[in-house]
Structures are given as structure tokens and as C-alpha cells.
């Protein structure tokens, strides 16, 4: 096998014919639209099904390339439940052309889709430990699969707790879905808004204030953060300033990708390819280039 | 049932753990309970700053009064933590609002009472200066992160008329 075609091999115990593994990483699966929900003014949750009904199995944390035919492809982090495959769902702000056409899509049309790629969020690791997880943003939905995992398996972990930050009571999203949660005994839900209007009557301030009061044992927790950079640069100080040991933070990285098989170099940190070796990451393999500007 | 001392109720608080116990009788001898229900005003802007509180348990909003837009909400404070620093320095005023937005109860500090102790005794001056210096410090950074506007987005999260933390 030459170089270039072990590059793009899955990482697999059962090894893929060389001309298969090239063409199917690459080669998207057309899925229809049969949902779009809008979760806020900017940021909807399209639910796919298979065109050949196939579903596409994943792992929490794990991510797809979604192909608007005709604009462009993107990454997008899958954002429903692991254990229901079908429908495929991703949740998805509207920022650029082909992000503001796939929100534009209606039920029925077609998107071609390539993954899943990626590693996964370390549950199995997590499972007898207590679990933190904190959201900036859009960053709740690469978690919301893997607090999918943790509630049906609720048993296996100790106290879970989500911490979640918005930009504003209109930009929270799965609104409903946070609601159920918090009823819940077995989870604890904290939501804050960065600005509040008049009629918010909840936290207003950034979400790595609520860290030093969240109820979890920092010697015995694993942390799983998502959301902008700079948030999970100051989510990691103070998870480490609460003793959460550093090798049981994971941070869920984002880059430009394009191929998402490590192939075309986009999306490279440091001596990482974020689509192959990540994109979540220990904090503790990335610390060293974490604080470095324009890695 | 036996009543805890405040000194030990102080001892178990963030902001006096670890402090000796004749600190901790010192402050408490400064300290109270008090309780405000959901829309009551610790304090106001403008106001003496006689009193700072420690939330034992419920939620304060930090918030300033803009005309026009009316009262714009910063940040909100919970169990475990302080309200209040002015008392700290001239002329001894608030500068913002401090409002309950849930029942909330509160150990409160008389200023004069523990500025006056902490005259007589420079080193649990200084370690409260240290330790509120470090709350400060918190909310600074806090703050700045709050002002990145992280999450981005086309709208204005606080249209004017309304409660905002930012312009």
C-alpha cells in the first residue's frame, strides 16, 4: 500500500480494500431532509434519514462532513442521541454559505453527508467517576450525544453535572430539552446567560463562574468541555484551579477541515491533524500549544 | 439542637476557610443573619456602604441603573460568595445595585465594625485584603470575558429598553 492510501486507511482491526478506502471516506451518501427545527434566530437542527436507509451508527463526539450540492462541504459535530441512529441529526449556526443553505433546507431535499469521523468523548473513561460538562454556545451540541450516553447509562457514573453558557435567553439551545433535564434528580443543570433581558430570571455571567460552585468532586471528576477557544482556555484554569487533574479535562478542538481523513493538512494543530487525531483532545497531550496564538 | 456558632459557619465559607479560629471569632463578632426575599435590594448605588454580605443560600443580581433602559443586570452571585467591596475603600459608597432575585440568605458584615479591627490588627487586614483582592481579581477576568461577546452572533442580545450588560 503506497503512503498516500495508508493515510486515508479508517483506523480499523479489519483492514478495507485499498481502492475501497479511498474512494469511501471520500465519496458522501445522499440523505434526505425530514426535519428542520429552529432552535434560535440563527442556529437550526436538521434531522437527515439515509437515502439508502442504511443508518450512520456513531460514536458521541464524533462528526460528519455535510455537502450542500453545488456550494460546498463543512464539518459538522452530530448532535443527537447514539443510541437512536435514524434519523441523523445535526445542529448547525447559519455563519457562512454553505452553513446558511443547509439552514435553509426544506424537508425533503437532499444533502450528501461523509463520516463519521473522528475519536469520541472518553465515557468508558468517565464511567465511576463524577462527570462536568461545560457548554459555551454551540458548543452544547457535540456534548448533547454524549449526555445521551451518561443518562442511559446513568448508573455506571457518579454525579453529572452541565454547565451551560448562552450569549442570551434567545440563543439557549435545546431550551425544552435542558428544561426536562433539570427536573431530573439524577443530573444537575446549571444555565447562565452572558446579557439578560428584563424578564430573565435566571444566572447572568460567563459560564466558567459557575465552575468553583458546581457540586462535583474535583479529585474525582472527568471534564468535557466545548465552546469558543478562549472559553475553554478559561474553563481549563479554572477546572485546574478546582483540582481537576489536567489528564481528566478533554477539550473538543475546531479547524478549518476539508478532507477530514488527515489527508489535506487543513485542520492541522501542532504535530495534530484535529479531524484524524482528534477532535477531542486531553488537555493534557495539547496544554503546551493550548495558550500559543494561531496554532 | 445546638446552634452553630457563626465562627463556625464563617470556617466553612470559601472566603474564611482556612483563616485561625480567633480570626474567625473577631469576624464573627462583626457578622449577622439576614434574609431577603425575591426582588428585595441588599443595596443601591449610591447608598452607604456600611454592610457586605456572604450568600448562604440563593441568588443576588448585580446591576446598575441606566436611564432609558432601566436596571441592567452584570452578573449574578450564589451561595458561598461576597457581595459587596466598596466598604473597602472611599468614600464608602455602592456603586452598582445588588438585588435578591430569589429568597436569599446571607451572613451581613458591619464595615465599620471589621474596618476598625482590621485597623487594630494589620495582619487580618492584610489577609482580607488578600482575599477579597482575589475575589476582585475573579470578577475582573470575569468581566473581560463577558465583554469578548465569546459566542458571537448578528443580533443585539440586549436591544436598548431593555436589561443589558453590554453595548
Redesign the interface.
Known amino acids: 500500500m503506497t503512503p498516500l492510501l495508508e493515510a486515508v486507511q479508517p483506523r480499523s482491526a479489519e483492514p478495507v480494500p485499498a481502492a475501497a478506502s479511498l474512494a469511501d471516506p471520500m465519496l458522501p451518501r445522499p440523505f434526505e431532509v425530514r426535519r428542520v427545527q429552529a432552535e434560535t434566530y440563527d442556529t437550526y437542527t436538521l434531522e437527515l434519514a439515509p437515502a439508502d436507509g442504511r443508518p450512520l451508527r456513531f460514536r458521541p463526539g464524533q462528526f460528519n462532513m455535510l455537502y450542500l450540492f453545488g456550494v460546498g462541504e463543512v464539518a459538522i459535530s452530530i448532535s443527537g442521541d447514539p443510541g437512536r441512529p435514524s434519523p441523523l441529526v445535526h445542529t448547525l449556526r447559519a455563519v457562512g454559505a454553505v452553513t446558511r443553505g443547509l439552514c435553509a433546507l426544506k424537508k425533503g431535499d437532499v444533502v450528501g453527508v461523509r463520516g463519521p469521523f473522528g475519536n469520541e468523548w472518553p465515557l468508558d473513561e468517565a464511567a465511576g467517576h463524577d462527570v462536568v460538562l461545560v457548554a459555551g454556545g454551540i458548543g452544547l451540541a457535540p456534548l448533547r450525544p454524549a449526555i445521551y450516553r451518561l443518562l442511559a447509562e446513568r448508573k455506571r457514573f457518579g454525579r453529572v453535572v452541565l454547565l451551560s453558557g448562552s450569549r442570551s435567553p434567545q440563543d439557549i439551545l435545546f431550551r425544552h430539552e435542558l428544561e426536562r433535564w433539570r427536573s431530573r434528580f439524577d443530573l444537575e443543570v446549571v444555565v447562565t446567560v452572558d446579557y439578560a433581558a428584563g424578564d430573565w430570571n435566571g444566572l447572568v455571567g460567563v459560564v466558567t463562574t459557575l465552575i468553583p460552585r458546581a457540586g462535583f468532586d474535583p479529585t474525582d471528576t472527568v471534564a468535557l468541555a466545548c465552546g469558543p477557544e478562549v472559553m475553554m482556555r478559561f474553563a481549563t484554569r479554572e477546572l485546574e484551579r478546582r483540582g481537576v487533574p489536567t489528564e481528566r479535562i478533554y477539550l473538543s478542538m475546531e479547524r478549518n477541515m476539508k478532507c477530514a481523513v488527515g489527508f489535506c493538512g487543513h485542520c492541522q494543530y501542532g504535530p495534530h491533524f484535529i479531524c484524524k487525531d482528534g477532535p477531542i483532545f486531553p488537555y493534557r497531550a495539547i496544554a503546551p500549544i493550548f495558550e500559543i496564538r494561531e496554532v | 439542637m445546638s446552634l452553630q456558632p457563626l465562627s463556625a459557619l464563617l470556617a466553612q465559607t ?1 472566603l474564611f476557610q482556612g483563616l485561625p479560629a480567633e480570626d474567625l471569632e473577631l469576624i464573627a463578632g462583626c457578622a449577622s443573619n439576614v434574609k431577603f426575599d425575591a426582588g428585595d435590594f441588599l443595596f443601591r448605588e449610591g447608598g452607604p456602604a456600611d454592610t457586605f454580605y456572604l450568600v448562604r443560600h440563593g ?1 443576588v ?1 448585580i446591576e446598575f441603573f441606566a436611564p432609558g433602559r ?2 441592567v ?4 452571585r ?4 461576597v457581595i459587596g467591596w466598596s466598604w473597602l475603600f472611599p468614600p464608602y459608597t455602592w456603586s452598582h445595585d445588588a438585588r435578591a ?1 430569589e429568597l436569599t440568605r446571607a451572613l451581613a458584615f458591619n464595615a465599620d465594625c471589621l474596618r476598625g479591627k482590621c485597623d487594630k490588627d494589620p495582619r487580618l487586614g492584610y489577609e482580607l485584603m488578600k482575599r477579597f483582592g482575589q475575589i476582585v481579581h ?1 470578577r475582573l ?2 468581566t473581560r ?2 465583554l ?8 443585539d ?3 436598548r429598553g ?5 453595548r
Open positions: 470559601p441568588n443580581s432601566g436596571p443586570t452584570i452578573q449574578t450564589g451561595e458561598g460568595e432575585f475573579e477576568e470575569a470575558l463577558q469578548l461577546d465569546l459566542y458571537g452572533g448578528d443580533r442580545p440586549a436591544p431593555r436589561t443589558a450588560a453590554k
